[in-house]
């Protein structure tokens, strides 16, 4: 399918999805947001894509936040309501996406930016990247998963921080937080992004669908239940088979 608002590229087990509007910074809106709901639901059935990236086109935003004027009107009701729809189609979906998601963040990511980022499995900085929650300035607060997600990666503390100045951290500064796994040299983001992905390819898909499952439910009561039922999962898998054979003869594995 083609996007008006998505770039997508392939290399070997790859896929780049690239937010395609550097006019508006990659703002975020109701279309962009339905485009990147249909692009995941055809990568989750495409068998030769193990890892998705997303990342921003031009050097300048990742994500720079939402589309103001499309809701700028908005009452109560339908605020809930896009909110609400954004998680469903979106955020909780890149979340819970049975392969792994790399956020390549190139640049600005701000309020819904910095969201989509927090729902991937995975965040890479460019050395040039800037992240905020800036939604209280204008009156909001984080709709997409920034109360939720922020404290757990960075603590309560911080996350209120953050959210509270509404102000921005730079790079360095959010790897020492732990909110992205690494900061690269912005002109080998993409590079650094795709080696990442590849060595994620060379192992079992079931496996790390069951992990991102286990690891999503770490939060929960029922945590240790999901993974102890999981990994149980595993033995009925033909890439167990194929690991623990090829493990036992010395062999490299060649997973589906």
């Known amino acids: 399918m083609k996007f008006k608002h998505l770039k997508i590229t392939y290399q070997q087990h790859s896929a780049l999805v ?3 509007r550097p006019k508006k910074l990659n703002a975020l809106h109701r279309e962009t947001l339905s485009e990147i709901s249909q692009a995941l639901e055809e990568l989750i059935q495409e068998h030769r894509v193990r890892v ?5 086109a031009g050097d300048k935003a990742f994500v720079a936040g939402a589309d103001i004027a499309e809701f700028s009107d908005f009452n109560a009701a339908q605020g809930e309501e896009l ?3 954004g998680h469903e189609m979106v955020f909780d979906a890149i979340a819970n996406c049975p392969k792994p998601i790399i956020a390549a963040i190139n640049g600005y990511a701000l309020g819904g930016g910095l969201e989509l980022a927090m ?5 890479i ?6 992240m905020g929650l800036p939604e209280v300035s204008l009156g909001l607060i984080p709709g997409y998963g920034g109360t939720q997600r922020l404290p757990k990666l960075i603590g309560k503390g911080r996350a209120l921080e953050m959210i509270c100045t509404a102000g921005m951290i ?6 020492a937080w732990g909110l992205v796994n ?9 590079e650094v992004c795709l080696n990442l992905a590849a060595k994620i390819a060379q192992n079992s898909s079931s496996a ?3 992990a991102i499952d286990a690891v999503n439910a770490s939060d929960t009561p029922e945590g240790f239940a999901v993974e102890i039922e999981n990994f149980g999962r595993c033995f009925d898998t033909q890439d167990f088979t194929e690991g623990t054979q090829a493990f036992l003869h010395k062999k490299k594995p060649k997973f589906n």
Not at 52 to 56: A, E, K, R, T
Not at 125 to 130: G, L
Not at 170 to 175: F, L, P, S, T
């Open 18 to 20: 690239l937010i395609d």
């Open 119 to 123: 729902a991937a499995h995975i965040r």
């Open 52 to 56: 998705i990236l997303i990342s921003g």
């Open 83 to 85: 909110s609400k729809s």
């Open 125 to 130: 900085a460019s050395d040039q990247a800037m």
């Open 170 to 175: 730079d790079a360095q500064k959010a790897a």
């Open 182 to 190: 690494r900061v690269v040299p912005h002109a080998t983001l993409v």
């Open 208 to 210: 790390i669908a069951l």
